[in-house]
């Protein structure tokens, strides 16, 4: 199965402001979801905080733009399609009523285990579970805690248990897509549930690997870079194994062990680092590293493959989504007029410009 992701798109609908490089864009993500629409098993979703950049929009124009713009992604969700979107915090910013009324509008569930209203009732349901191929795979929507009128967001670890005690009886594969911070993160993994990989929002961070835990990835922001992952399956009772992981480790640790060499690629490490045992005990590290690598690779049955998709200028945007973003603009352009620059942004907007 293939899954296409992204995370923390915050609003952004264009290719971001650099001059020299500019990435991201729906229209051009729609074009690489139209070239891999002849997968089968292809599955599209979205780890949250898409619809906007801040916490909580405040009353003026800004806000009017903001709520456009979040308008011109729901229309391209809808057009492009997409298999499941977990909210985030910034999902929030405008309130309550307007992400129940954009999941109204959507033609994708939205999910989470652990977004409660008021009168605690699940704001949305937990999780989907998708048949194809005899192979069930669900998604799992989550976030950490934070603070939204009208809103209760309870313990995540523990909603995440309690979802899973349902969940795995009735499916073969659990993909998580966590808003989720640090302390969160570390706490799931020593908890260490039965997920076979996590797709986060919140940390912009990009991953080049999902680690040596529970394979987890975060995915940048702003939509720069879709991320592609290629689940092959041999066994579905055995684990998974991330090849990023273990190509990456076995690459970093033979870079290392040469530069310990000085230039000499012959040399002998223990036998020249044979009086400093702190430099023995790092070679014999990173050898332990490769080992370990390989022998996942040896052993791996089923696997994740990961592909980073840059949104660059090679990738021609799509017609249809490209005019759903320009009429969305003309929009906003009635109402912010002349307050805009070249790309239909208002000054002080975080997407104004290009943030290295």
């Known amino acids: ?76 969700f809808n057009e492009m399609g997409c298999t499941a979107f977990s909210p985030g915090s910034k999902d ?5 009523e ?6 109204k509008k959507a033609s994708f569930p939205f999910i989470s285990c652990n977004i409660f209203d008021s009168s605690r009732n699940l704001l949305f349901d937990p999780y989907v579970i998708i048949e194809k191929n005899n192979l069930k795979i669900a998604f799992i929507g989550l976030s950490s805690i934070f603070e939204s009128n009208g809103l209760l967001v309870e313990d995540p670890i523990t909603s995440l248990n309690a979802v899973l005690n349902e969940v795995i009886p009735k499916s073969d594969i659990r993909i998580l897509l966590f808003s989720s911070n640090d302390v969160d993160m ?50 579905i009772e ?7 992981w273990c190509d990456r480790t076995i690459e970093d640790s033979n870079n290392r ?24 005990k790092r070679v014999f590290l990173y050898r332990s590293r ?27 945007g799509k017609i249809d989504i490209l005019n759903i973003v320009d009429k969305g603009k003309l929009e906003i352009k009635k109402i912010a007029g002349p307050l805009l620059d070249d790309k239909g942004r208002l000054p002080g ?4 410009g290009h943030n290295h």
């Open 257 to 280: 062990l040469d530069k310990m060499k000085k230039g000499d690629m012959l040399v002998d490490l223990e036998q020249l680092f044979k009086d400093n045992p702190s430099a023995l």
């Open 290 to 316: 490769i080992d370990e690598a390989n022998q996942r690779l040896e052993n791996a049955i089923n696997k994740i493959i990961l592909d980073k998709i840059e949104l660059g200028r090679d990738v021609e």
């Open 98 to 103: 307007f992400v129940l009324s954009s999941e």
């Open 186 to 235: 570390k706490m799931l993994n020593a908890s260490n549930p039965d997920l076979t990989m996590i797709i986060r929002s919140r940390n912009k961070q990009r991953s080049s690997d999902g680690g040596q835990n529970i394979p987890t990835y975060t995915l940048g922001d702003k939509g720069k870079i879709l991320y592609k992952f290629d689940l092959e399956i041999n066994n």
């Open 1 to 76: 199965i293939s899954i296409i992701a992204t995370a923390n798109v915050h609003g952004e609908t264009d290719p971001c402001g650099w001059k020299k490089k500019p990435l991201g864009g729906l229209a051009r993500k729609a074009t690489v979801l139209e070239q891999n629409s002849n997968q089968d098993n292809l599955y599209v979703v979205d780890a949250g905080n898409l619809f906007f950049s801040k916490e909580l929009l405040e009353d003026g124009i800004s806000r009017e733009v903001a709520l456009i713009n979040a308008g011109i992604i729901l229309d391209s």
């Open 349 to 352: 907007d975080p997407h104004h």
């Open 92 to 96: 929030f910013a405008a309130g309550k």
């Open 238 to 244: 055995s684990d998974f194994t991330d090849i990023a």
